[in-house]
């Protein structure tokens, strides 16, 4: 059982360059969410979804896409990759609210 | 106001202490609320959920004050690995799944 699997761990992008960081879980889960973490800042979540075919945006949506075409696969799209978008990115799932979410190991990501 | 907010600590302790952190939250109509611990460059792991009656998982106790909108977590018996950070998380709306997370508080368990 490999829980959420984040994919790559680490990446080095150019301003301006688009990528995809995946996501993936093998719990059947139905909600999962993307959170990006910065130095005082804390969590903040990016997108969500509650299910196949369902998104909905977080609070810094911005410059970011997603989609979730299956159950297990929930990829987090950057557009047009920004210097403020240097972060590291968690994915995570839950099966339910009240049972809270389990984490991906992460992606550090820096736009140069 | 922040939604979650938290003491950033760090609360620098000896092994065999007991240690409280507190959390206050804005969002009245919140349902669901938690711990969870983060080590450092690591990803958050689910610690305990919190109940309104409050509960507890060995070493760790998590109380919910509903009326002042207000969570602790009590840790006895400190132990050199409970050192991490701790992350309040709330959820935000009222039966949605997005979650709050503080910013965490910073514990280091000394010998």
């Known amino acids: 059982n490999a829980g959420v699997t984040q994919t790559p761990k680490f990446q080095v992008l150019k301003t301006g360059q688009s990528m995809t960081l995946q996501c993936a879980q093998d719990m059947n889960h139905e909600y999962m969410s993307w959170y990006r973490q910065d130095p005082g800042m804390g969590l903040r979540l990016i997108h969500y979804s509650v299910g196949a075919g369902i998104t909905d945006q977080g609070e810094v949506p911005n410059g970011y896409n997603v989609s979730r075409s299956t159950t297990e696969d929930f990829p987090l799209r950057l557009l047009s990759a920004a210097p403020s978008q240097t972060s590291v990115y968690f994915c995570?799932?839950?099966?339910?609210?009240?049972?809270?979410?389990?984490f991906g190991s992460g992606t550090r990501l820096t736009v140069v | 106001r922040k939604e979650v907010e938290q003491d950033p600590g760090p609360f620098n302790v000896p092994e065999g202490a007991t240690v409280a952190f507190n959390c206050t939250y804005s969002?009245?109509?919140?349902?669901?609320f938690f711990w969870y611990r983060q080590d450092c460059r690591k990803e958050p792991k689910l610690l305990m959920s919190v109940y309104s009656s409050g509960n507890e998982d060995g070493r760790f106790t998590a109380q919910l004050n509903r009326a002042s909108q207000y969570i602790s977590l009590l840790i006895r018996d400190s132990k050199l690995s409970d050192s991490a950070t701790y992350l309040c998380v709330v959820n935000g709306e009222y039966n949605t799944d997005k979650l709050i997370f503080g910013t965490g508080t910073r514990l280091q368990v000394f010998p």
């Open positions: 969002n009245s109509a919140s349902q669901s």
């Open positions: 995570a799932s839950s099966y339910g609210s009240s049972a809270g979410y389990t």
